[in-house]
């Protein structure tokens, strides 16, 4: 089955304590991005990577770090979490960058920074 | 920069009723307009998508159409079940910003029966 994973779901720590959020996809895609939600902020993305080594900002990078390794994985690092990190994050990849090009999600990593 | 401006919720409803939820946008380039669903607990999911003026996107009922002329992509359903409970987000892919998905805050929905 097509998808995207990621671990943990849940995630409760305090601030300052490093932490790495792991992506996987299955399906072969060259871009993947990470996001945030947030209440009535909508999806605001955090780092994207057009393939193995390339990475680059999105419009929230402050206080995050990426890597890509591996073309199926896309971790998301936060070194040193504070509380207006708490959200829910969401990696997500596609084949390319073609305008009407369908993005698949993964199901979400809640996080709660105390 | 671009932007994607839908109206808040929550919209709650009875079954069978008619659903609407406006969508409005501004890009610099011809962007492609999309809505997501993303249902509890779940990550997001394309629900339909329109690539120039006056396409229709349609999918399970819904249906969307690409307005240039007032920059609009109202998503629509003439009669909602009970599993169209769901956060419902407008999203555009501009070329002209690299094709970076840009979202609406969503608009949760909920019907009742």
């Known amino acids: 089955e097509a998808q995207v994973t990621q671990n943990p779901r849940y995630l409760i720590t305090v601030t300052g304590k490093k932490l790495t959020v792991t992506c996987s996809q299955n399906?072969?895609?060259?871009?993947m991005s990470w996001y945030r939600q947030d209440p009535g902020l909508g999806l605001r993305q955090i780092y994207y990577?057009?393939?193995?080594?390339?990475?680059d900002k999105g419009d929230v990078p402050e206080g995050y770090k990426v890597s890509r390794k591996e073309k199926r994985n896309f971790p998301l690092i936060l070194e040193s979490p504070s509380p207006n990190q708490t959200s829910l994050y969401f990696c997500?990849?596609?084949?390319?960058?073609?305008?009407?090009?369908?993005?698949?999600f993964g199901p979400g990593t809640r996080l709660t920074v105390l | 920069g671009d932007s994607v401006t839908q109206m808040e919720g929550p919209v709650t409803l009875s079954e069978e009723a008619f659903l609407t939820i406006n969508c409005t946008y501004t890009?610099?380039?011809?962007?492609?307009l999309f809505w997501y669903v993303q249902y509890p607990g779940e990550g997001l999911q394309l629900l339909l998508k329109?690539?120039?003026?006056?396409d229709k996107g349609s999918n399970k009922g819904f249906e969307a159409t690409y307005r240039k002329e007032t920059t609009s992509f109202h998503l629509e359903k003439g009669s909602v079940q009970v599993s169209d409970s769901a956060v419902y987000f407008c999203?555009?892919?501009?070329?002209?910003?690299?094709?970076?998905?840009?979202f609406g805050g969503g608009t949760r929905v909920l019907v009742k029966p």
């Open positions: 997500a990849s596609t084949s390319g960058l073609a305008r009407d090009n369908e993005q698949f």
């Open positions: 399906m072969n895609h060259e871009y």
């Open positions: 990577s057009m393939n193995v080594e390339v990475t």
């Open positions: 890009a610099t380039g011809y962007p492609s």
């Open positions: 329109a690539t120039k003026a006056d």
């Open positions: 999203a555009l892919s501009d070329q002209a910003a690299g094709n970076k998905l840009t």
